[in-house]
């Protein structure tokens, strides 16, 4: 029973720290670049890295490059910044022409 308390609060502690670790945030920016691709109805879609803000801020982005699907883009390359907001879990893009990065998914 003495050993019981602080064997919980040590889970206590550790769990937030796994919930953020590496698998976590690998999973978490694969959720918003497919979101922001979906959002961005580019064909052969590409994503910068994805850059974290302040919690405070609730957003994440990044841009999405592509083709533009409508036929009369005659397969032009486009940009979209896209914002995801991680509380609702939707993903807001819009035209960044000229802006550009490159893809470091590994």
């Not at 694969?30 to 957003?59: H, L, M, P």
Request: glycine share 8%; proline share 5%.
């Amino acid at each position: 029973m003495r050993h019981t308390l602080p064997m919980i609060a040590a889970l206590l502690i550790a769990a937030p720290a796994a919930a953020s670790g590496p698998d976590a945030w690998s999973k978490f920016d694969g959720e918003v670049r497919a979101a922001c691709i979906t959002a961005s109805k580019f064909r052969n879609a590409q994503t910068s890295s994805v850059i974290g803000f302040d919690d405070r801020v609730g957003k994440v982005a990044l841009l999405v490059s592509g083709i533009w699907p409508q036929p009369h883009m005659k397969g032009a390359r486009g940009t979209m910044l896209c914002l995801y907001d991680k509380r609702g879990r939707d993903a807001f893009v819009d035209e960044a022409k000229g802006w550009s990065a490159v893809d470091d998914r590994r």
